[in-house]
């Protein structure tokens, strides 16, 4: 298991396992300092899968630089072939589902899981 | 020199029952690094501190975020781009009226950053905010932090129905400083987040 951690979040990711999980509050101050988790999410797309898991459910914040993270991680699963990408999030968050429309309009095979 | 300057909604019509709170920060006090985690600290209480105000039928979960992320994102952008040089403080304010919440931040900056960043909210304004999003991701893309930029104001008015707004004033008492302005209302009688 690999872990990054910070004051008030956690990012994680299993061995063998192409699921990356957030939680708490992510407010990086920009790309740089973002760029450990942009990696550890890239890390999934490394060898062929069929499925690649991004759970936000316990990701109560994420700023702008973050959400830019993402989109960067999300153009680079849909210019992968054969990538089947799911983010998790959570109903009771109010940012997930708006959010996380823009970055199906540009992967528009990205998956949406409420749970 | 750049005159006095509005963009966006400015201004808005005096409200009978007006409350507000104003947070200011000095330049001189603390280092950026050591700032960047206060930004979250202040921009957390602003959102748990209007809940405390809304109305029942109004969805308090969303609001609170909402003003929750507004502040962070203008904390952040103040910090990052205000002129340490001068002895002039950044400032928050939150405004709330029966109908709307409305959140300013000022900071200081040189006249030619003033002009850029002016001319950058004029070509925000006049463009689609959903395909500015796109476009941005896209160019965000390449790594590079300043094409990422204005994601956060972007956001703003596509995920939150906030309205927007600019005032570059010129500062008396240091002539080579412009103030910039920026407001968002979150309209409640209405809101997107209650939707």
Request: aromatic content about 8%.
């Amino acid at each position: 298991m690999k872990t990054i951690t910070g004051e008030s979040f956690e990012v994680r990711t299993e061995e063998g396992r192409n699921v990356v999980f957030f939680k708490g509050a992510l407010r990086l101050s920009g790309s740089e300092d973002y760029a450990p988790i942009l990696e550890m999410l890239k890390g999934t797309l490394s060898e062929p899968v069929a499925t690649v898991l991004v759970d936000l459910r316990d990701l109560d914040f994420l700023n702008s630089s973050g959400i830019t993270m993402l989109s960067r991680f999300v153009i680079e699963a849909r210019d992968r072939t054969g990538i089947d990408l799911h983010f998790v999030v959570s109903e009771a968050i109010p940012w997930h589902l708006r959010s996380l429309k823009n970055l199906q309009r540009l992967m528009p095979a990205l998956k949406i899981r409420l749970n | 020199m750049m005159t006095n300057q509005t963009l966006g909604r400015w201004g808005r019509p005096p409200a009978r029952q007006c409350e507000y709170l104003v947070v200011s920060f000095s330049p001189f006090s603390a280092p950026l690094r050591q700032r960047w985690r206060n930004n979250g600290v202040s921009a957390d209480f602003l959102g748990d501190y209007v809940k405390a105000f809304l109305p029942a039928e109004i969805n308090h979960a969303e609001i609170q975020h909402a003003v929750a992320f507004v502040a962070n994102e203008f904390l952040e952008n103040a910090m990052k781009y205000h002129e340490c040089s001068v002895d002039i403080p950044i400032g928050l304010r939150l405004e709330l009226t029966s109908e709307e919440i409305a959140l300013t931040v000022s900071n200081s900056i040189g006249p030619a950053q003033a002009e850029r960043y002016r001319d950058f909210v004029a070509n925000m304004l006049s463009q689609d905010t959903g395909d500015l999003i796109l476009a941005r991701m896209e160019q965000g893309a390449d790594g590079s932090d300043e094409s990422a930029s204005g994601l956060g104001l972007l956001t703003m008015m596509s995920d939150y129905g906030v309205e927007l707004g600019w005032r570059f004033e010129a500062q008396p008492d240091y002539p080579e400083m412009m103030t910039v302005t920026t407001s968002a209302v979150l309209n409640l009688t209405n809101p997107e987040g209650a939707a």
